[in-house]
C-alpha cells in the first residue's frame, strides 16, 4: 500500500546574501511557517493502491493559518486563471550555520532534529564568500529566539564550529511550492482547494466543482507540473451514463491522448478512458473478489468492463464467462484477454446483462450442476453495475428446471448497490429480497466497498441463490393435465400454474373459489385460436368468468 499525496519538484534555491544576527534578535514570524513541514500540520490522505486516488487537504487548522499566510507565493496570484510561473516567487529569511564542508555530514546527523526538514528544499548550500565552507538550513521552529540550545551549543563545541546563527535569504520559486499551497493562493480565499483526482495511467482524472472551473486550466497545468508520469489531466463533464458506464470529459491540460496503460493487482491493462468504465478506487474491492475463487472455480461477470474480475480469476485457473453490453469494454476485453494470455480461459459476450443470464449463464447451469460430484467447483455470478444490477436480480426466479441441486453448490451472487439510506446494508437486502421474492435473512452478507459521495455508498451483497428462487420444479400432475388436453383436442404445450380463481364448465359446473391448478391451452374454435383453460379436479374445458383469475 502506497500513500499518495501531491508532490512537487524540488529545485536549487537561489542565494542572494546573509548576514551575521545578534543573539538576542527576534525571528521574522515568516520564519515560524517553515514549523508546518516538520509534521505539525495534518494532511489527509487516502491509502490507496499505487497510481489510483489523490487527496489534498481541504481545511487548515485555524492555529496554522497564519503561518500558512506568511509562507505562500507571493500574494499577486490571487485569481490567476491562465498559469504564469514567474509570479510566484517570493524571498523567505531562514537560519543557517556556517560550516566546514568536511564535517557537514557529520553535523547534520548530530542536529538531524534541528536542521530545517522541509522536503524539497535543501538543507545545505554554499557559501558565496567561502569556499570551503557551506551553510546550513536551520529549522525555524526549534530555535525561535535565534539561539541554539545548550545541547545543540555542546554538540558545535565538539564539532569546533561556531554557534553564531546568521539570516540567510531565500528565494522560492513556483518549483519550490506544493501543489495545495500554489492552488491555495490562486483561488479565492476561504474556497475549497480541490477534492482530489484519480490517477489512470498517464491521466489525472478531476470532478471540479463549480467554483473551481475558471481556474480548470491552471489546476490542470498545475498538476503535470508537480505530478511526474502525468501528461494529461481532463475534467468529468457529465455523470456516467447507466448504458453503457462513460461520460463526457474536458482534457484540461496536456496531450489528447485517452488510450492508456494501468497496472492493478499486477495485472496489466490498457484502455481508452474517453470509451469505457475504468475506477482504480475498485482496486481492493476487485481483489476481494477473486481471493474468494478457488482453480477450477466457474465466474459469471455480467458486467465485466475491460477484465478486472475476468482476467485475474482466469489467471488463477477458473473458467470464466465475461460479458459487457458496450462494444468498446467487450473489444477492450478481447484485447487485455490477450495481452494477459487468458484468452483461451474466458469466453466473452457482448450483450445485454438480462440475456447474458438468460442465455449463457442459464445453459451452463443446467449443463453443469446435474453433473456435480464430490470434487465440485464452485459457480459464482458477479454483477458490478451498481446504479441498476438490483434490478436484475429477478432474472433469478426459476432461472432453471428440474430437481435442485445440492445446497453447497448453488450459485453465489455478488451483486452491487447504492445507497443513501440510513442503514445502507438493510435498505441493500431489501431491495435484493424484493427483486429475489424471497427473503434472505441469515443467507446474505453485504460488504461496505466505499463512500462515492456525501451519504451514498457503494456496497456488495453476496447470497446463494436459494433453491426455491433458482429452481422451478415439475409439477406432479404436468403429465396427466397434457393427456386431458390431448383428449380434448388441444393443440400446444399447457402451462401449469397455481392460482386461486372462479371457473365455469361449459357443462353448469360451478366450482367454489379455492386453490386448484390450471393449464393455459390454445384450441382452434371457428377457424381462430382461443385461450381456455382446463379445470384440474374435473378435467373439463372451463372458461374463465368475469371475476377471473386472481393472478
Request: hydrophobic share 40%; glycine share 6%.
Amino acid at each position: 500500500m502506497t500513500l499518495w499525496r501531491f508532490g512537487y519538484s524540488a529545485r536549487l534555491l537561489k542565494t542572494n546574501h546573509f548576514r551575521t544576527a545578534a543573539s538576542n534578535t527576534s525571528f521574522p514570524a515568516v520564519w515560524m511557517l517553515l514549523a508546518q513541514y516538520s509534521g505539525t500540520i495534518p494532511v489527509r490522505f487516502v491509502v490507496v493502491k499505487k497510481n489510483s486516488f489523490f487527496t489534498m487537504p481541504e481545511t487548515v487548522p485555524e492555529t496554522d493559518k497564519a503561518n500558512l499566510e506568511l509562507y505562500s507565493p507571493h500574494p499577486g496570484v490571487r485569481g490567476m486563471t491562465l498559469l504564469n510561473r514567474a509570479a510566484f516567487k517570493r524571498t523567505v529569511v531562514v537560519p543557517v550555520l556556517k560550516v566546514k564542508k568536511e564535517i557537514v555530514n557529520t553535523l547534520l546527523k548530530s542536529l538531524k532534529h534541528t536542521v530545517l526538514q522541509r522536503p524539497g528544499l535543501k538543507r545545505v548550500v554554499e557559501d558565496t564568500e567561502d569556499e570551503d565552507s557551506r551553510l546550513v538550513i536551520l529549522d525555524p521552529h526549534k530555535i525561535p529566539e535565534f539561539s541554539l540550545g545548550e545541547a545543540e551549543q555542546e554538540v558545535l563545541k565538539q564539532l569546533n564550529v561556531c554557534p553564531e546563527v546568521s539570516k540567510y535569504n531565500l528565494e522560492l520559486t513556483y518549483e519550490n511550492f506544493k501543489s495545495e499551497e500554489i492552488l491555495r493562493a490562486v483561488l479565492p480565499e476561504g474556497q475549497e482547494v480541490t477534492s482530489g483526482f484519480s490517477r489512470v495511467g498517464h491521466i489525472a482524472h478531476l470532478n471540479l466543482r463549480d467554483h473551481q472551473l475558471p481556474y480548470r486550466y491552471l489546476i490542470g497545468q498545475v498538476l503535470i507540473d508537480k505530478n511526474p508520469g502525468i501528461t494529461c489531466v481532463v475534467n468529468k463533464t457529465n455523470i456516467i451514463d447507466s448504458t453503457y458506464r462513460n461520460f463526457q470529459m474536458e482534457v484540461l491540460a496536456g496531450e489528447s491522448n485517452l488510450v492508456t496503460k494501468v497496472k492493478e493487482n499486477n495485472i496489466a491493462y490498457e484502455l481508452d478512458f474517453s470509451k469505457v468504465y475504468w475506477n482504480p478506487r475498485l482496486s481492493t474491492e476487485h481483489g476481494r473478489i477473486v481471493e474468494l475463487l478457488k482453480p477450477g472455480d466457474v465466474l459469471f461477470d455480467v458486467f465485466a468492463g475491460i477484465g478486472p474480475f475476468a482476467i485475474p480469476a482466469a489467471k488463477k485457473k477458473c473458467r470464466v464467462f465475461a460479458n459487457d453490453l458496450n462494444p468498446e469494454s467487450y473489444s477492450w476485453l478481447l484485447h487485455n484477454c490477450k495481452l494477459n494470455k487468458v484468452d483461451n480461459k474466458i469466453k466473452a459476450f457482448n450483450m445485454d446483462g438480462r440475456d447474458f443470464l438468460l442465455g449463457p449463464v442459464r445453459e451452463e447451469l443446467s449443463r453443469e450442476l446435474p453433473l456435480l460430484k464430490e470434487q465440485k467447483p464452485s459457480f459464482h455470478i458477479v454483477m458490478n453495475l451498481p446504479a441498476l444490477a438490483i434490478e436484475f436480480l429477478d432474472v433469478f426466479r426459476h432461472l432453471l428446471v428440474g430437481e435442485p441441486c445440492s445446497t453447497a453448490g448453488l450459485p453465489t451472487v455478488h451483486c452491487y448497490g447504492f445507497s443513501k439510506h440510513d442503514d445502507p446494508a438493510k435498505d441493500i437486502q431489501e431491495r435484493a429480497e424484493a427483486s429475489l421474492g424471497t427473503s434472505l435473512a441469515g443467507r446474505c452478507s453485504t460488504y461496505l466497498v466505499r463512500n462515492v459521495a456525501p451519504n451514498k455508498e457503494m456496497l456488495c451483497i453476496s447470497f446463494q441463490i436459494p433453491a426455491d428462487v433458482l429452481y422451478k420444479r415439475p409439477c406432479p400432475d404436468e403429465g396427466k393435465e397434457q393427456a386431458s388436453c390431448a383428449a380434448l383436442g388441444f393443440q400446444a404445450a399447457p402451462f401449469a400454474v397455481s392460482c386461486w380463481c372462479h371457473l365455469v364448465s361449459p357443462v353448469g359446473h360451478f366450482s367454489c373459489v379455492t386453490a386448484i391448478l390450471y393449464l393455459v391451452v390454445s384450441a382452434e374454435v371457428g377457424g381462430r385460436t382461443e385461450c381456455l383453460h382446463v379445470c384440474s379436479s374435473c378435467r373439463a374445458s372451463c372458461a374463465l368468468s368475469n371475476s377471473g383469475p386472481l393472478l
